[in-house]
């Protein structure tokens, strides 16, 4: 299902698709391939300073940046223009290392792998330091670990759009700086 968010049918994305595509095998390859251009060829907005806010998933490509709200939108965006079922999990995390500094909400992405009867996780945001997510079909490998005792919670939840709050706070910015997510998830 396209969504304002995720904007599969968009020319730019389907072009995307199409480079994507001829590089992949199966429809596995062509998942892990979407994957880790996502995560390696889009940086986190975050990570590289660029105050340009994506809203949507062509944004990202366009813009060649987003956080990970939008980069699990276009991750779900190339899946999803190859009727992969995709979808948006969240994550609530502490700005810092204990609680001290509030909390952020995380986006990465639901997959359905066809051919194992399964949804698998993965998680887009883009590697750094102490971030080491990878493709995986057997166990999650993400960019964060919960640390429930500081309060931090996995959603394990499965949505079929970017959460409206997270769209209205993007569409309120006009600088990826301005972002705040403090609000109850």
């Given amino acids: ?72 939108c276009l991750l779900a965006a190339l899946l999803r223009a190859n009727q992969i079922p995709s979808g948006i ?21 639901t997959v359905y792998i066809k051919d194992l009867n399964k949804w698998i996780r993965l998680d887009a945001r883009g590697n750094k330091e102490n971030v080491n997510a990878q493709f995986s079909l057997d166990e999650e490998c993400l960019a964060y670990s919960i640390r429930s005792e500081l309060g931090e919670i996995d959603y394990h939840d499965n949505h079929s759009d970017l959460d409206e709050r997270l769209i209205n706070i993007l569409n309120e910015c006009e600088s990826i700086f301005e972002i705040s997510t403090d609000f109850e998830f």
């Fill in 1 to 72: 299902m396209e969504t304002t968010s995720i904007d599969y049918m968009n020319p730019l994305i389907q072009d995307k698709v199409r480079e994507l595509r001829d590089k992949s095998g199966d429809t596995l390859n062509y998942i892990k391939r979407s994957y880790i251009f996502v995560r390696d060829e889009i940086p986190h907005s975050w990570d590289i300073k660029a105050e340009v806010v994506s809203r949507t998933a062509n944004d990202v490509l366009k813009n060649k940046t987003g956080i990970c709200w939008t980069k699990s």
């Fill in 89 to 109: 999990s969240y994550q609530l995390l502490t700005r810092a290392d204990d609680a001290s500094e509030g909390y952020m909400i995380h986006a990465l992405n």
